[in-house]
DNA sequence: GATGAATGAGGGTTCATTCAT
DNA sequence: TATGAATGAACCCTCATTCAT
């Protein structure tokens, strides 16, 4: 009879693992018998939960992209107001256990594989228009439709441009910065294009 | 009898090859083979003028690097005052042949390396410290010091999201539109904390 | 409490998804997780049963050699004369349960590795023997010793040179057909060398 | 500057490498590795010259149809009447180079695959109906239609079944009896079937 | 009796590198 | 200067086998 729960402690194992071995010796460098080693596993394991390594990475590009959202959606929650609610999507990306090191360079490992793997491009693709529709629903309440789209598009970028910064550790960009530079730069657009909020229909 | 000049030519065609291939077929499917049959040379020939596939791959950084500072030192040099200087910089880096899918997103594959290669560091610690104290230098001109250097990390943050997104092709981001976003964050920001230019002394 | 009989159950099950595997996906493609699912039953099941993939194969040339023989001995028991007993043994060879494609197929492919195997060997060898001493038996009774000799080997030849064209389809040949042809080889042959049948002292 | 006629001497090396490493150790474990190190040559060879396994055990199976019909095309030129064509034909099928016990377990082990790969099939149906097709157009000008087709059937199928028998070892069978299993059957069938051969127009 | 999780050796393949020409 | 034949290490993947349950 098999065990209860393996599949998803050895899964978790493994994606941690490959994780860890992305950030260390680089998506390049991350083998199947490297990832399996470091879960304490053998390198056959991955076929087993994963078919192959391109749905582990899948699956580990999944998982980074989760715990993404479960860092937005508590905050979005808890948020009454549009300016609330767009401190709370600042806060989700840069909070501390997301912005971690091994975090970002896992991140921007992916992201110059999504070209070419279509499994990848859509994990990418639905994190992307989740954070672009939330921005653009609580921008839209303080500054008028074609501002909010363009501050929307700005903000994306400066958040992801943020973290690229970090992953290529050339700035030693800590996420206390890091908020305060998007904070900074969503005050100004909306002292720049904002309006009195519009009361809800 | 060698002809003059040859080597220049080899050396370009492998480079333009290259950034091709990574481009068409992504960085981890760019081979020697396929390089050099792209180039219509023989395999050989990378070992030739480059040592080795690092060394190719390298050649091949600091060329983007270098089309970017060649599309930045004129209009630099153009530009009279701090605000001019900073209008520079961003279009530069959202010139028409810059900006091309193709040089996005071999720059996004090399970020994806950085981590693992010192040459690579290298290369992108010289482009990123030139921005960096190219707007930096601007900026001083026009708001505190404090403001000025949290204004040159997110622009450039947001220069870099602006490249990483179209890269990533999630939104159909062309120049025009990228470098207006850069320029409103510029204007809000100066708006915000700006002060009479100094003169210089 | 076990069950009466599961044994012999399980055995044949394992043995025909072994057959239908091998006829459908070749010997090579044929893995011990495919025939257990074939069979609707687990992997580790074959270790139970057979003690490894090696003694299901065994099993299951056995068990088509046996088909053979429970073909053949019936047959053999009905007919009186040496005529009589050269019929049987061609009509037992072309049988419709026999000669289907599934059967032939599978032969071919056993065939392929009896050279390395000497269990395979000792099979192949035990139905090649009984088929030859049919033949011989009866056609020493109706021709001279070496015309009988040449002729049973070449009424073997012939039997399984139409099973192996037959395994090719490249010959569309139906059990009719084949059974007339090896008549037709064994009627002109006694027509060429026959004498009249000896007495049985 | 590449040496010329290295690419024929490799691709033969590897073929009959190939062709020993089946008959000796068995198609299941003849593997590159032991292929090229039979050939003396490295395992990236055979990607070099044959692109992959596939594609060398297909150029072997063509090496071995190829040699056939070179032992078949002079002995047919050769021959005046049809008497003579159909004692060509078998003649070439059991000289000695290609009757020999390496070369029948080759066609054997191919014919387990033919079903697998559309290439290895397609080679074996030329094969197949060459043979066919020269068979009856012998047969046909010494008998009936239908006893032509029946015949050539027949012999073609005895031809491939005494390859069988030698490959499988159980008769120790040489090229001479089979020669004359082959001519009797040819000769018994043409006794009785056989009408005075047409005159041609 | 029966399961299927886990292993790890060995397969085919790819590819940067070397080097004789 | 330039070629491309040849190498062999390292990759991913498959699979027979083992064994705790």
Redesign the interface.
């Known amino acids: 009879m098999p065990k209860v729960g393996m599949e998803q402690l050895r899964r978790r194992q493994l994606i941690e693992a490959t994780i860890a071995s992305i950030h260390e010796?680089?998506?390049?460098?991350t083998t199947i018998q490297r990832i399996s080693r470091r879960a304490g596993l053998s390198s056959g394991i991955v076929a087993h939960y994963f078919e192959d390594k391109a749905g582990l990475l899948e699956a580990t590009m999944r998982s980074l992209a989760e715990d993404l959202r479960l860092s937005v959606v508590p905050r979005l929650r808890a948020a009454r107001t549009p300016e609330e609610r767009l401190a709370a999507l600042i806060d989700a990306n840069f909070a501390a256990d997301l912005s971690s090191p091994e975090v970002e360079?896992v991140w921007?490992?992916f992201?110059?594989?999504?070209?070419?793997s279509p499994n990848l491009a859509r994990i990418?693709?639905i994190y992307?228009?989740r954070m672009q529709s939330n921005l653009l629903f609580a921008l839209r309440r303080l500054m008028p439709g074609p501002d909010a789209e363009?501050a929307a598009?700005?903000l994306?970028?400066?958040?992801?441009?943020?973290w690229?910064?970090c992953?290529?550790?050339?700035?030693p960009?800590d996420g206390n910065?890091a908020r305060?530079?998007?904070r900074?730069?969503l005050?100004?657009?909306l002292?720049?294009h904002g309006q009195p909020p519009r009361s809800d229909p």
């Not at 994306?156 to 943020?162: F, K, N, P, Q, V």
């Open positions: 010796e680089g998506l390049a460098n360079t921007l490992s992201w110059g594989q999504v070209r070419q990418q693709r992307e228009r363009r598009k700005g994306a970028a400066l958040i992801d441009g943020l690229v910064k992953a290529l550790r050339q700035l960009l910065e305060e530079i998007a900074d730069y005050a100004t657009s002292a720049q």
